[in-house]
């Protein structure tokens, strides 16, 4: 794979992001899956588009990036959560927005938009 640093990063973010959130639902709450287990989907869904070049997979990214963000934002500000959750929820909240940054850089985008 000859793509960017820049698509390398948002690749391995959303992909193993999704998977600790799994991960992290199975160890805190085994009864509310749905959620994690969609954004994993939709995360599969988001790092096969990279990994092809898909036409629009930068909009795509950026859109399922910052929703992203902002779930495990409102997990990471509720107060029904435990410490390790929140704490947890907060580095993936920033763990993606850095994706959404490096999308949008000029590397990815020549990458992304190349054919």
């Given amino acids: 794979m000859n793509a960017p640093t820049e698509i390398k990063v948002p690749l ?4 193993l992001g999704a998977v600790l959130f799994v991960v992290v639902a199975l ?3 085994t009864e509310n899956l749905r959620l ?3 954004t994993g989907i939709v995360a599969v869904a988001v790092c096969v ?3 092809m070049r898909l ?3 930068r909009v795509v990214t950026l859109v399922v990036v910052s929703v992203f963000a902002l779930i495990h ?3 990471a500000l509720s107060d029904g959560a ?3 959750v929140r704490a947890v929820s907060g580095l993936l909240t920033a763990a993606y927005l850095y994706s959404a940054v490096l ?3 000029e590397p990815a985008r020549d990458y992304l938009e190349q054919r």
């Fill in 103 to 105: 999308v949008n850089t």
């Fill in 27 to 29: 160890l805190w709450d």
């Fill in 82 to 84: 435990p410490g390790w």
């Fill in 73 to 75: 934002l409102l997990i």
């Fill in 55 to 57: 036409r629009f997979v």
């Fill in 12 to 15: 391995a973010v959303i992909g």
């Fill in 49 to 51: 588009g990279l990994f």
């Fill in 36 to 38: 994690p287990i969609g």
